[in-house]
């Protein structure tokens, strides 16, 4: 089985550039989730979707940062413009939408690392 | 409000010593999910293990291991006979409430040395 695909793996930008990454997760996971990871820290929740609802935006710089799931599968997240302080690994993980609210496992991509200079 | 706590920031060990790296969760509800996942250099995190909140019992994975101790709020998880492979950083998460929202530690980074 497939796992959750990202692209591009590396990215180096500008400040005031934007910049978009891609996800698509695992066949028949509704749950996708973009996480921004900060060298040296744990992964913080950017954006949650259930097929392509937004079930958790809370923590997502709107002003800059956007993100889409229009088909509920692959997602696509946006930075415009970059800011010296994106810079991070962007992660997107996948989980199956259990019955009854039980939590599934998240399996993650291989991350974007993002350089902004 | 949901928090994990992972105190030890990194470890180093020798090669086929055994190490245990501790996490400690704050939450709420009664039920709840803990999680292990490994980031080895690469970046990917690698799940490592699901327990939620009814189950107590620990579990053991080849050299893997894991102490869930509901009394003390820890989910900790040894490694045996340690390995050069092992070396990653090691994340404890949390799931609970509604949303399927994980809270991650701010992680252990292990080093093992040959």
């Known amino acids: 089985e497939a796992g959750v695909a990202q692209s591009p793996r590396y990215k180096i930008i500008e400040k005031r550039q934007s910049v978009a990454f891609w996800c698509n997760p695992i066949?028949?996971?509704?749950?996708l989730y973009w996480y921004q990871q900060i060298l040296g820290q744990g992964p913080k929740l950017l954006i949650q979707f259930q097929n392509n609802g937004v079930v958790d935006d809370s923590q997502l710089p709107k002003d800059r940062f956007s993100a889409e799931r229009l088909k509920g599968v692959d997602s696509t997240l946006k930075i415009q413009p970059a800011k010296l302080e994106d810079s991070a690994v962007y992660l997107c993980?996948?989980?199956?939408?259990?019955?009854?609210?039980?939590?599934?496992?998240?399996?993650f991509g291989p991350g974007t690392r993002l350089t902004v200079l | 409000a949901q928090k994990v706590t992972q105190a030890q920031t990194e470890i180093s060990v020798v090669e086929k010593e055994d190490v245990t790296l501790d996490c400690v969760y704050e939450?709420?509800?009664?039920?709840?999910?803990l999680f292990w996942y490994k980031q080895p250099p690469s970046g990917e995190l690698v799940f490592l293990i699901r327990?939620?909140?009814?189950?107590?019992q620990n579990e053991i994975s080849g050299r893997y291991s894991w102490n869930f101790q509901k009394s003390t709020s820890s989910f900790n998880f040894t490694i045996t006979a340690s390995q050069v492979v092992d070396s990653a950083v090691y994340f404890c998460a949390l799931s609970a409430g509604t949303g399927n929202q994980f809270y991650f530690g701010t992680g252990t980074s292990l080093t093992v040395i040959p």
């Open positions: 939450t709420r509800d009664t039920t709840y999910y």
């Open positions: 327990r939620n909140s009814f189950d107590e």
């Open positions: 066949s028949g996971h509704a749950t």
């Open positions: 993980a996948s989980s199956f939408l259990r019955a009854g609210g039980v939590t599934d496992t998240q399996y």
